[in-house]
């Protein structure tokens, strides 16, 4: 797996790999992630949205 074919995909701010599994983190929308990955031979997607508190961090910790 190679977390290059995501990583300059618009919206990604994070992508890594381990084994057969890339991470990726977006920031809005998944929509160009989603086309890169239908290109990209994948067989299985896993979303999760943001904690609450991680939420709230990343609020207060971002320049107003």
């Known amino acids: 797996a190679d977390p290059a074919l995501f990583a300059k995909v618009r919206g990604v701010v994070e992508a890594a790999a381990s084994d057969q599994i890339v991470d990726v983190v977006v ?10 990955a239908a290109d990209a031979r994948v067989h299985r997607i896993e979303s999760h949205e943001a904690d609450l508190d991680d939420v709230f961090l990343e609020f207060y910790r971002s320049p107003s």
């Open 27 to 36: 920031k809005g929308s998944v929509e160009h992630v989603l086309r890169a």
